[in-house]
């Protein structure tokens, strides 16, 4: 098609698709990171413009100036927040996504893919034991998968006690920022549960803050904690919200993909009865950004809260299921599909091994901090995040320590807070990554394998 009004640059087509496979096949520079706005503005003047600067030099810019201010998120020595560790098979199907440019909020637009995506989530209905009926979306990020399903809770709220004047919801103090921003946007308030010993909330630590008054709308439950990768007590949790009918949802962005472990499934006994949970597989599930699976138990009652009525929507085929339904959101992109595409590809077995090689690499990790002389571990991990502190090293010391193995791009392992002091940080979530490298970096004292 030689008329079309922007026409196709073959080899900038190939160009790209070039540079797309070689970054999978080679993975990234762990030594790129941010560099100042300014500087960034300098080297990038001009690229919008009124003549364009042409398909070659953008990518040139994409190249060289844009990609190595930005982190390596997919690296193995990335043990910082929560890094990404998605397969080849699902980063490289992510072109297909975007090449085939269907729109992902409806039925009539988008059947097949929804049926695909809907068996994505299927899989992770089953591994948390819900029903038949159970269904959902897949939304940007767990901030949008948790606000989606509180807004859910209270309009359900809403309809059986509509004398309530101002709704609460119950969350743990280690609960995500998410939450508390949910709640802003909500105008509701927060009923701060405090934990137990180890941090974490049960339900008679919730029984006892919420009281008598009838305004939760919803408790969330955590499960893995983004600090410290802390389960709440999701069956003390689900009594308490049985026995007082109020929703709960459980916030599993970081952790829940352990569910995909049938030695680690377990820890989360009491997920079957929530309402709701989300899982980001961009982050544990070997999924490219962005992506969260939200699941709801009765999803006709997300339907009630979510779809959104218009005279243009009207003739729309709403077939059986239509993902705008499930969240705050219209137009939405197959997100799903890569992380479809790689379970198709590799199987849910190889999903079981990856989970499974994250956790025996954790125990490694934690026999050989606890082996050390240097090092102290803060306390046994529920899951695939370390906590551990350097006596030897002050604040600034940390800090220090932290960024000379940064800008080396040997591992990227920062402080956080725990119990007001700083100590080290350390989250699992790449099957790649080696114990004894991890060690060897960590600890000065330890002897190198590779030398
Ligand atoms: C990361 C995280 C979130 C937020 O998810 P996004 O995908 O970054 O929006 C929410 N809750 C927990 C526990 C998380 O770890």
Redesign the pocket.
């Known amino acids: 098609m030689t008329d079309q009004f922007f026409p196709v640059d073959r080899p900038i087509l190939r160009d790209i698709v070039t540079w797309s496979a070689r970054r999978i096949v080679n993975g990234p520079d762990p030594s790129h990171g941010a560099r100042p706005a300014a500087d960034l503005e300098f080297d990038l003047a001009g690229s919008v413009c009124a003549s364009g600067i042409g398909g070659a030099e953008a990518l040139r810019r994409f190249d060289q100036i844009i990609v190595p201010a930005t982190r390596a998120q997919d690296e193995a020595m990335n043990l910082a927040y929560?890094a990404a560790a998605p397969t080849p098979a699902a980063l490289t199907f992510d072109l297909a996504v975007s090449a085939a440019e269907i729109f992902g909020g409806t039925w009539e637009t988008g059947a097949g893919a929804i049926a695909a995506e809907n068996q994505a989530l299927r899989w992770i209905a089953d591994l948390a034991g819900f029903p038949e009926e159970a269904g959902g979306v897949f939304v940007?990020?767990?901030?949008?998968?948790?606000l989606s399903a509180l807004h859910a809770a209270r309009e359900l709220a809403r309809k059986r006690r509509p004398e309530v004047q101002r709704w609460r919801m119950a969350t743990s103090d280690s609960?995500?920022s998410?939450?508390a921003a949910a709640a802003k946007v909500m105008d509701v308030d927060v009923c701060w549960v405090p934990g137990d010993e180890r941090y974490r909330m049960t339900g008679a630590s919730l029984e006892a803050a919420i009281g008598d008054v009838d305004d939760i709308f919803a408790v969330v439950a955590?499960a893995?904690?983004?600090n410290a990768g802390i389960i709440d007590d999701l069956s003390g949790i689900a009594d308490v919200c049985q026995r007082r009918d109020i929703w709960l949802h459980v916030?599993?962005?970081?952790?829940l993909a352990a569910l995909a472990s049938s030695k680690a499934r377990s820890r989360f006994a009491g997920i079957e009865r929530a309402d709701s949970f989300?899982v980001?597989p961009?982050?544990w599930l070997f999924a490219p950004y962005?992506c969260?699976a939200l699941l709801y138990r009765e999803p006709a009652q997300a339907t009630a809260a979510h779809a959104q009525i218009a005279p243009y929507l009207d003739l729309i085929d709403r077939g059986d299921w239509n993902p705008a339904d499930y969240a705050i959101h219209l137009s939405r992109r197959f997100r799903g599909l890569p992380l479809w595409f790689s379970l198709a590809t590799y199987g849910t077995d190889r999903y079981e091994a990856a989970i499974d090689k994250v956790l025996e690499t954790v125990d490694e990790v934690v026999a050989g901090i606890r082996a050390s002389n240097e090092l102290e571990l803060v306390d046994h991990p529920d899951l695939n995040v370390i906590l551990y502190r350097r006596p030897d090293l002050g604040d600034d010391a940390m800090e220090e320590w932290a960024e000379a193995h940064r800008r080396a791009g040997t591992i990227l392992c920062l402080p956080t807070k725990h119990e007001g002091g700083k100590v080290f940080r350390l989250c699992f979530i790449n099957p790649d990554t080696r114990a004894e490298k991890v060690l060897a970096t960590i600890v000065s004292d330890m002897p190198d394998p590779w030398k």
Not at 140 to 146: A, V, Y
Not at 251 to 255: E, K, S, V
């Open positions: 929560v940007s990020g767990g901030t949008i998968g948790n609960s995500h998410s939450i955590t893995g904690t983004t916030d599993g962005a970081l952790g989300v980001d961009h982050k962005d969260c």
